[in-house]
């Protein structure tokens, strides 16, 4: 990941700016924040399926040891 000074952040604040107007910013966070949550979400649920599986596996070998 590149190593950014405070002047590069401040150039893409100030590019950032220019294009999109300081009303869209706030659009453009919501929508960012809402995608991350929404990737977060699914990403826990994925992990939980998988382990889940795993738990049914180990449940189904223990029951064929028995």
Request: proline share 5%.
């Amino acid at each position: 990941m590149p190593n950014l000074g405070p002047m590069e952040i401040i150039l893409i604040v100030l590019v950032v700016l220019i294009f999109f107007g300081a009303k869209k910013i706030p659009e453009l966070a919501q929508g960012l924040g809402k995608g991350l949550r929404e990737f977060r979400k699914a990403t826990r649920e994925a992990e939980e399926d998988h382990s889940g599986g795993e738990k049914k596996i180990e449940d189904k070998g223990t029951k064929k040891d028995v």
